[in-house]
């Protein structure tokens, strides 16, 4: 088996998985017969850009597409007020809704995707930060999950792996004397640039090392194995990505 070795940077990372997601069959079905919500955030920034042009809808600038962000740099008072979440119902973009609004009217054969902040790369699980004191917006989507079946994706860069259990984090933050932001597990199971790759070219990607300097900070490296065909494949993927800006507001 052929293998072949490649770096990604975070911005890069987020544009492949946008890229893949935007060609998943379980996510485009449910976009044309059912509801897509994408949950506003920085990585779904990327992917409701290329969901959105993948059935025809244009007009998305992802210029405000997030609630709490950590950043280096203060986010601008410009900005415009975040219009909502991605809302597609059969194939039509729901302008100015939230996850809140329609979670609890989604059922089977629907789709949620959600971002992270932390996922654990052996298990595939992955947990986000909180600090709305009833939830924030996991509270609408596990009950959607759980109580409906309602299929959660949950897009995340390898850049916010983390060691050990997720449960065990979660269980650290949330003690009664801890301090900061709450952890809480998602519902649904992590989709990496790893699960991109494989879904994209049938392609094997492993992280084997990461970290840089001068604007390379937080990237990672892969080693990637296939075919001759797939791994082709690959390299025009990670060519297509690899000069992805970093994400500015």
Known sequence: MKSIQFSLTPAAGKQL??????QNQTVLSAAKEHTVVIVAGTTNTYIAKAVLEAIG?????????FRGVTSGQPVPADLPE????????????????????VAPALRAGDV??????????????????????AGGTLAGIFEACVGRRVRVIV????????DGP????????????????RLAPAPGAAYTEMDAICELTGAQAHLIAA???????GIAWFQCTGTQEQLEKVQRYVQRVRNTPAYQF
């Not at 998985?17 to 935007?22: D, F, G, H, S, Y």
């Not at 975040?82 to 609004?101: C, P």
């Open 82 to 101: 975040m219009e909502g979440d991605v809302v597609i119902e059969k194939g039509r973009w729901i302008h100015g809704k939230t996850i809140q609004e």
């Open 17 to 22: 998985i946008a890229l893949a997601l935007a």
């Open 112 to 133: 949620i995707l959600k971002g992270a902040n932390a996922v654990d790369l052996q298990t595939g699980e992955a947990a986000v930060l909180i600090g709305h004191p």
């Open 57 to 65: 809808e244009t007009g998305f600038t992802g210029r405000h597409f």
């Open 155 to 162: 897009p995340v860069g390898v850049e916010k792996r983390v």
């Open 166 to 181: 997720i449960s065990m984090l979660c269980l650290l933050c949330n003690d009664p004397d801890a301090s900061g932001a």
């Open 211 to 217: 970290g840089g300097v001068c604007g390379y900070e």
